[in-house]
Every structure is written in C-alpha cells, then in structure tokens.
C-alpha cells in the first residue's frame, strides 16, 4: 500500500502545480493565472485537462511570477527525470528540395 503511494506522488499532475501557482500567487482562479502568466485561458484550461503539456517557456516563466526554482515547479507537476532527450530532428537542417 505504501508503494502504490508512493506511484501516484510521482504521476505527472500538472493541476497541482497549477493549484500551488494559484496559491502562491494569491489568486483567485485560472482566469487570474493566465494574466499573471500572460498566456490566454484556454491554454491553462487545456494544460489542466492534460490537452497541452507544460512547456519549457511557460515553465520559465512560471518560474519568474512565483520565484520557485525550476527544480520546484517540476516537482510540483510530477516531473522526475533526471534528463531531458530531445530528438536528433530538431537538430538536422531542412532539406531543400531542387526546382
């Protein structure tokens, strides 16, 4: 029983990093969030329903409203790895193709 505790504290749950921001933030709602973080509503909206995930540039600037670390905000959401793997795409220029 404790393990399965311990699982579920370890899911990705961004309506907990977003129930923290609201909180250390003292606001009232999401519609207050989304202007603090300047982002529209529907974007926390979807982030909430797991439709978006967090990205970088919002995490950054979640960090620079609330002053948690990276490190703390990504616990907050359930984020546990150790490394970020980007795919070796991003990297490779775009082909062009010949007229």
């Known amino acids: 029983m404790e393990h399965e505790n311990v699982k579920s504290m370890q899911r990705y749950d961004p309506d907990q990093l977003l129930a923290a921001l609201l909180s250390k933030l003292n606001l009232k709602n999401d519609a207050a969030l989304s202007r603090a973080l300047e ?3 529907p974007v926390i909206s979807k982030i909430r329903h797991r439709r978006l995930p967090v990205t970088a540039s919002l995490l950054i600037r979640m960090h620079e409203v609330s002053a948690l670390s990276i490190e703390e ?3 907050l959401m359930g984020d546990r790895r150790g490394k970020f793997r980007i ?3 991003h990297f490779k220029p775009k082909e062009m193709h010949a007229a």
Request: cysteine-free.
């Open 39 to 41: 982002v529209s509503p």
């Open 87 to 89: 795919s070796d795409k």
């Open 73 to 75: 905000l990504r616990q």
